[in-house]
């Protein structure tokens, strides 16, 4: 019998496509780059570098040891962001879904404060709080906050009235039913907006960072701007880069434990 879409692929063949594709990616920009087509570089080295080059640098930074410090100031500024933004984004949505009025009250200032540009606030919180991490650490919670906070809060609205109707009828209280109806129902919502939120938490870090700082991948990354260094700040670029899917990875492994009941879905075949 025949089977409706796409049959599930292994891990490690997933892995294996997706190398490939970075694979094809670094050789079409290594040949755009340094072979000459139709007598002109598609890519010239001094606007794009090489694949080379950038792989030089960063194993310089790594072997010297200079990276590490950044990498560790803007892990710890991301951190805090993501850790902060999401727990605040977490209790208000579930407050804001729970309670109607307030939700109503509040909404044209909640909907005002997301839509400003979080770049112009950036200045703001340097001179509010400093040049130091908390500065860039309120930047992302600014970013972290709302993604969070909006998911939780339609994750809690979208509980099915039939369920919470024959909760209620077996006479759970509030506190059973947030614990075993709105928990469950919001939390496919919520690490869909973690996965989002973790690349923001970085993205506020950097542009901080970028902006004003002493330390940092965005430091780095401006520095290298500032001489027009191409291979650093593509070097800065690819260790920001690997640096947002390792942190990903780790939300991905606590999802795949927390949300061990979620039902797998099945193939459909005809």
């Known amino acids: 019998m025949a089977r409706v879409g796409t049959p599930a692929m ?9 190398l490939l594709v970075a694979v094809a990616a670094i050789a079409a920009w290594h040949v755009f ?27 310089k930074w790594f072997v010297e040891g200079t990276i590490w410090r950044h990498l560790w100031i803007t892990l710890l500024e991301a951190s805090l962001a993501f850790v902060i933004g999401s727990v605040a984004g977490i209790l208000v949505g579930f407050w804001f879904a729970r309670q109607p009025l307030v939700a109503a009250i509040f909404d044209p200032y909640v909907k005002m404060v997301n839509a400003l540009p979080r ?4 200045p703001i919180f340097a001179l509010w709080l400093g040049l130091g991490i908390w500065s860039k650490v309120a930047l992302g919670v600014t970013l972290v906050f709302f993604i969070v906070f909006f998911n939780v809060y339609q994750g809690v609205k979208e509980v099915s009235p039939t369920v919470l109707a024959n909760a209620r009828m077996l006479g759970m209280s509030e506190r059973q039913l947030m614990r075993h109806v ?10 869909s907006s973690l996965h989002t939120s973790v690349g923001f938490a970085v993205v506020g870090a950097v542009v901080g960072e970028y902006l004003g700082s002493a ?4 430091y780095i990354i401006q520095q290298a701007e500032a001489v027009f260094d191409v291979a650093g700040v593509f070097a800065g670029m690819f260790v920001l880069a690997a640096f947002v899917i390792m942190i990903d990875t780790v939300v991905t492994m606590i999802e795949k434990r927390l949300m061990v009941w ?9």
């Open 10 to 18: 292994s891990r490690v063949t997933l892995l294996v496509l997706q």
């Open 262 to 270: 979620r039902p797998v879905a099945a193939e459909t075949r005809v």
């Open 215 to 218: 330390a940092g991948l965005g």
């Open 182 to 191: 709105y928990w469950p129902s919001a939390l496919s919502w919520m690490f």
């Open 33 to 59: 780059t340094t072979v000459p087509i139709f007598g002109r570089m598609l890519l010239p080295p001094f606007f794009f570098s090489t694949p080379a080059d950038v792989a030089m640098r960063i194993v």
């Open 119 to 122: 770049v112009v606030l950036a």
